[in-house]
């Protein structure tokens, strides 16, 4: 576990997605979920699956320790069908807390978290969740829950023990079971103008483990795309 990975949401679509890119170039990987026995197919080789919520700051103590980074790809909403009757508004921010402060304690250094497209900005300056020409309105309370989240992660205080966060937030959609290119395109703040094809799961992984290799970005959100069909 000494330079493994914990991975926030490891049954969820990006953090399999995470968790295959970690394996392939040799991490060990910590897989959190809520309940193990619902992901009997998850542990394997260099996989270990561990029961944790990342909303309680003593479960993200207990399973963080010793890793090199940590990988926040949990969402407490999967789909629309889901609806928002259980939808806590505060749900990423608990996280942001739980995950700043268990990291911290237990020496954590790197944060890569997934972010949401909804509050990218559009070419007018405004969000993209404010359009509702672009962003379905009935989701909005979902985006604006994803917002307070990096609102907090911003608002957390920098220092010499601080966690050093990155936000990688798909500049479009993000596709399941599109291949894997190994390329992606970081760009910022805005919707990027002229977005390559939507994002596969897989290759906002490479994204995410190349920013724990090789960090680029530090305590800023940005925005990640797809580039087309590569070498592999
Ligand atoms: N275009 C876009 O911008 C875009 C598209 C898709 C996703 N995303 C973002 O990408 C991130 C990951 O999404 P995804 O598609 O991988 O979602 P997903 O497939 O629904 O997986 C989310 C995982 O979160 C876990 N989870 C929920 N509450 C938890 C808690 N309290 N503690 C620990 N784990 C918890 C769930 O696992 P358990 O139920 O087992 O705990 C679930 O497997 C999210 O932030 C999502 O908003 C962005």
Known sequence: MGDGI?????????GRAVTAEARR????????VREPARYPELGAEGVTVVRGDVTD???????????????????????????FDSLDPDFFVTAADAL???????????????????NLLGADGRPVMDDPAVFPPEIRPFARAHTAGLDR??????????????????GGGLEQGAPRTGRYAIGGERVPEGAGPALSYAD????????IERPTRHRTRVSVTGTGPGAE
């Open 100 to 118: 700043l402060g268990g990291l911290a304690a237990t020496g954590v250094r790197r944060l890569v978290a997934v972010g949401l497209f909804a």
């Open 153 to 170: 992660l911003r608002a957390h205080a920098a220092g010499e023990d601080a966690v050093d966060w990155v936000m990688l937030t798909p």
């Open 204 to 211: 906002l992984a490479v994204a995410v483990v190349d920013e």
């Open 57 to 83: 700051p003593g479960s993200v103590r207990a399973v963080a320790g010793g890793h090199v980074a940590a990988v926040h790809a949990v969402s407490p909403f999967s789909g629309p069908e889901q609806g």
């Open 6 to 14: 914990v991975v926030f949401g490891g049954g969820g679509r990006a």
């Open 25 to 32: 170039r040799g991490y060990e990987v910590t897989a959190v």
